[in-house]
């Protein structure tokens, strides 16, 4: 039985853990396994709004096709989709993937049909004349699960009355709906809606949302934690962006976490956490019996404590260029006599954290105060709204000073170990380094 109302088609997302779904009117004679299916005109937005693992291979040598980007590895990314029919049942595509071709320059939907239990019809290009008009709408859950639903002119009478949608800000052929509040609202206005509400409210006790449950929270993560709380976002480390699209942080102080990748070449990458901490660690300052592995990793700048300097292999800062081979790209901390690599990230895990969660972010500044019953924030406008970013951005801010490693690895004395692998941003010139690091910073208060 086809879907004839959108609040049918929007329960159908709710039960399966969406929040915000993307749509696409298909083209009449295009959009089909064979042609591909083009969401976007570059591949940083989307891997936002769909959780990937991102994946590179050699640039195009092609001297023929225009925009042809040589010196620059080509990215896809893969999708954790699932098509769903109209009762809601979902069947999973594990070929699934996002493929930027830069020359034209676009995105496509590929390998839906690969390996893939059911799929609809109306998505071969040998049936899809029967089905007239089709839109496809994608949404992801909070488990990073992408899921994809296919209505059509002729199963479907809501195609003949689908609303106009807001666009995504992403793609300009995806429209965006939410499926928990008004219908056309678009997630970004949302977010801001949200956090006027939560600055205007004042302070706030220090909590965590664990599991749906809010229960009080001491420690140096009040801040984001108590600020997740209050958009209704659980404690996680999830694939997915925060809530509406957005990876929200909360800071205060001189620097904020970006992300915590673990090195994954060199000793670090090669040896046990235990084994790296016996040849690398130094004994506390703290004359706790503890050991650890810290300290301020800047690019070019030697760190004397360990003999490390921190560098991006596979870049050249004066022409801007990176190697065309993805194995030569990667972040390296070396040591500056014998040239061990120590500690390496190769240019995948840097993409596959980075993009995942931070193509769009919204950073708040927060204060905090001790009261009677525990620790308090309050979050202050303007925050800064960021958008655009990609591996490259994030390359280019390691190779010049402006995000560094921080590490605070540990082996305390009772042998327990704390792994922090972070990397960090000052926030004296906060909005000067999200600008090399998002196409668009917007202060928004």
Known sequence: MGIATLGEFKELFRRAGVRTVYVKH?????????????LASEMNGLVNLFPARMALRAASQSRKKRNSSAGRPIAEAGLDFFWMDRSGARFHAPRTRLIEYFQYPEVRLSGF???????????????????????????????????????????????ADFPDLTPSGVSGVLGVLSTTIGATTAPRELLISDLRGIVASGWHASVRNKGGKIVPFSGNQGAGYTLEAALGVETNALKAPDIHGYEVKSYRGSKISLMTPTADCGAEGEMGFREFMDEFAK??????????????????????????????????????????APEDVRVELRHHETGRLVSGWSLEKLANSWNSKHAAAVYVRAEARTAPKGDEYRFLQPWLMCEGTDIWRLLRAIAVGRVYYDPAHTIYADGSAKVRPQWRVGTSKFEESLRELYARVEAVG
Not at 26 to 35: F, G, H, I, S
Not at 126 to 142: E, H, P, T, V, Y
Not at 306 to 323: Q, W
């Open 113 to 159: 049909l690969d390996r893939c239990q059911w799929a609809p019809d109306a998505i071969r290009r040998d049936k899809q004349a029967a089905f007239g008009q089709r839109i496809l709408a994608m949404g992801a859950n909070s488990a990073g699960e992408v899921v994809g639903l296919l209505l059509t002119e002729a199963e479907d009478a809501l195609v």
């Open 283 to 324: 004994p506390s300052t703290k004359g706790d019996g503890s050991a650890r592995f810290v300290g301020l990793f800047r690019a070019g700048k030697l760190n004397k404590t360990h003999g490390l300097v921190l560098g991006v292999a596979g870049y050249d800062p004066g022409t801007d260029r990176f190697s065309a």
């Open 26 to 38: 298909l083209a009449t004679k295009q959009d089909n396994e064979k042609n591909q299916v083009v």
